[in-house]
């Protein structure tokens, strides 16, 4: 910590973060009466992070779904310490900077297909799904198709928490306030739903919007195998626009560098966040085509400009740690490396899923894993009141763990660069952990 502020304690930290720091998704109420609360992050390592006390702990989530390299990586830390020497920010709104303009050259190479050509930046994974809504909307009322209205979301969706990202999502625990507010939704609940829409439904439909192959905080929930094909299909037929939600599964958390290319799959708008910087800076991209981002030119008068931006959109500092992450994945040739960790993440769920009575179902995909939990007795998942998995999780710390469930689902979704002893102490920590209750 820099020379000028007093050093603090670890008591004093807790103490002022009790009285001042109101943290996001946390009853405040539970928070400020516990006596270990708050953990103090204060350094990390690789897949590590280190507490005010010292403790080590693998950080079993990376840190909320962003971290991909580990923490301090070399090539990352140089790159933003490179920029800061040079400019941390100017606007995009009138200036261009070098590390935007070749960030978002590098995505349109590495994105899926060849028709994602234009690049558009905002700041986290709520407002890259804005952004993607915005145009799609904007875009109909430019092309004179100003019937086509709704957005098609599906149950358990989610995507960010400003107004209109959250009126796309299907969990009413985040969104139910927002139910008369944002966007015009058609829910639905399956790929089914969907090809029974009528012709006349389907023509008001401006675009279909999910998560391609795993719905995040829905509890890791896998949609089915070729679902992600027929959609596209579907889209196709309708003349609809298809939006990819790629914030939590984007850059190699499946396997693949984008979850979309498990079934060969290109949208129309493709979204990007979280893992962008390596899970260092809060930026984020929304990608589309050149179909859409003509729609918008014409003379000024015209208003077709695409009225939408903000502040720290393309920051310097964020891109030039996006543009590291991407030289990682290529010089240390990440996405080479995953199968042999996937594999060895699935031989320990299963085997601890065995050895384990209220383990329900396991699902994994690439380096994502959500665990049901359920009551060894009945059979059935614990009353959601009784917190069972956050008490779980906040157990799994004495073992080296952190991580944090969504409701009874235990999540495991460690960094890439974790190893196969880093992935089986971490599923031993959740095990031992749930046997302790
Ligand atoms: C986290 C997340 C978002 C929202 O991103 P923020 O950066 O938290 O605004 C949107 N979609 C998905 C799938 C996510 O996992």
Redesign the pocket.
């Known amino acids: 910590m820099s020379s000028f502020l007093p050093p603090l304690t670890s008591g004093d930290l807790r103490r002022l973060d009790h009285e001042h720091f109101w943290h996001p998704f946390t009853q405040m109420r539970d928070w400020c009466a516990s006596e270990v609360d708050p953990l103090v992050i204060i350094s990390g390592s690789g897949p590590y992070l280190f507490d005010s006390e010292g403790t080590r702990y693998l950080d079993g989530n990376s840190s909320i779904?962003t971290n991909l390299h580990g923490h301090r990586h070399p090539v990352i830390d140089a790159a933003i310490r490179d920029q800061l020497d040079r400019l941390a920010h100017c606007s995009a709104l009138g200036f261009a900077n070098e590390p935007a303009i070749r960030l978002a050259a590098k995505l349109v190479e590495v994105a899926p297909g060849d028709s994602l050509t234009r690049v558009f930046f905002t700041d986290?994974?709520?407002?890259a799904?804005e952004c993607a809504c915005r145009m799609a909307a904007q875009y109909r009322e430019r092309s004179g198709e100003p019937g086509r209205r709704r957005f098609v979301a599906f149950d358990g969706a989610?995507?960010?928490?400003t107004v209109g990202?959250a009126s796309l999502g299907g969990i009413p625990a985040f969104h139910g306030l927002f139910a008369s507010t944002g966007y015009e939704v058609a829910r639905l609940p399956s790929i089914e739903a969907l090809e029974a829409l009528s012709p006349e439904e389907a023509a008001g439909i401006n675009a279909v919007i999910l998560?391609p192959l795993i719905q995040?905080?829905a509890g890791m929930r896998l949609w089915p195998v070729g679902m992600l094909r027929r959609i596209r299909e579907w889209c196709d037929r309708h003349g609809t626009f298809l939006i990819l939600?790629e914030?939590?599964t984007g850059f190699g958390r499946t396997g693949k560098l984008f979850a979309c290319e498990h079934e060969g799959v290109v949208p129309d708008f493709l979204c990007l966040?979280?893992g962008l910087t390596g899970g260092y800076l809060p930026l984020?991209a929304t990608l589309t085509t050149e179909r859409v981002f003509e729609a918008f030119l014409g003379l000024y008068e015209e208003q077709k400009t695409f009225f939408y931006g903000h502040s720290y959109c393309a920051n310097a500092l964020g891109c030039a740690a996006a543009l590291a992450n991407l030289r990682v994945f290529e010089e240390e040739r990440v996405l080479e490396t995953l199968p042999g960790k996937i594999e060895a993440f699935a031989t320990a769920l299963q085997e601890a899923a065995e050895r384990t009575p209220a383990f329900g179902q396991v699902r994994q995909l690439g380096l994502i894993a959500g665990i049901d939990l359920i009551d060894p007795t009945t059979g059935i998942a614990p009353d959601w009141r009784e917190e069972n998995g956050a008490k779980i999780c906040r157990r799994a710390r004495a073992h080296g763990l952190l991580t944090r469930p969504i409701r009874d689902t235990l999540t495991l979704m460690p960094p890439l660069c974790v190893n196969e002893d880093q992935i089986r102490e971490a599923v031993h920590a959740l095990e031992v952990a749930t046997r302790e209750g």
């Open positions: 779904w986290d994974g709520s407002t799904i989610y995507h960010g928490d990202a998560e995040g905080a939600d914030v939590m966040a979280k984020a």
